[in-house]
Nanobody, 117 residues
Framework: QVQLVESGGGLVQAGESLRLSCKAS????????FAWYRQTPGNTREQVAV???????NYDDSVKGRFTISRDSARNTVYLQMNSLRPEDTAIYYC???????????WGQGTQVTVSS
């Protein structure tokens, strides 16, 4: 079973940037789609960005133009560059591989992002 480890979160002020990393335990990055999700207390996880096998990307409207998803297959790592952060971006961020309405792998522990105003 592939394990996912997210890192890079932290406490920042509005307008600042963070880069999140998602390290997979097997050579799957580039072979399947990967996405970043976020979750706040009492809410379901929402997908914010996805990168497909062919390299195309899509973003939720709330992060479009501010966040960039990328991958490094040689490092088995998916990244989320987050610029111009806003307090409403505060959440736990997770990565996974979406497939047919579900996800391929078990969820990791996520990484907390807190943006102060």
């Amino acid at each position: 079973q592939v394990q996912l480890v997210e890192s890079g979160g932290g406490l920042v002020q509005a307008g600042e940037s963070l880069r999140l990393s998602c390290k997979a335990s097997a050579n799957v990055v580039g072979l399947v789609s990967f996405a970043w999700y976020r979750q706040t207390p009492g809410n379901t996880r929402e997908q914010v960005a996805v990168i497909r096998v062919d390299g195309t990307t899509n973003y939720d409207d709330s992060v479009k133009g501010r966040f960039t998803i990328s991958r490094d297959s040689a490092r088995n790592t998916v990244y989320l560059q987050m610029n111009s952060l806003r307090p409403e971006d505060t959440a736990i961020y997770y990565c996974n591989s979406p497939r047919s309405g579900t996800n391929r792998y078990e969820w990791g522990q996520g990484t907390q992002v807190t943006v102060s105003s």
